[in-house]
């Protein structure tokens, strides 16, 4: 069973500050824990197929397909700044202002 020298100990690895009442209260939440997985272990699942999944489940996912975006200049031209054929954007990263 879980005591609260335990508890503390765990909370310092961890790097927890744990107030008296606060120790106390996970002992007893944290064993009710352990208990409940010490019940779920004397079940048999000897024929119980390993899943990774409660529920099968399948990726969806469409045809990666080539298609036109639309007229470079007409989109260039609703930027706020261009420069030539590319959109004009702030630096956002070290180095010198242009």
Known sequence: M???DQVHKVALLARLNLTPAEEE???TQL????????QLSELDTSEVQPTTRAIDVSNVTRPD????SGDRDLI???APDRDGEFFKVPQIL???QV
């Open 2 to 4: 879980l005591d609260r």
């Open 25 to 27: 209260q996970f002992t």
């Open 31 to 38: 064993g009710d824990i352990l208990t409940y997985v010490e």
């Open 65 to 68: 397909t080539l298609k036109s």
């Open 76 to 78: 260039l031209d609703s």
């Open 94 to 96: 070290g180095g010198e």
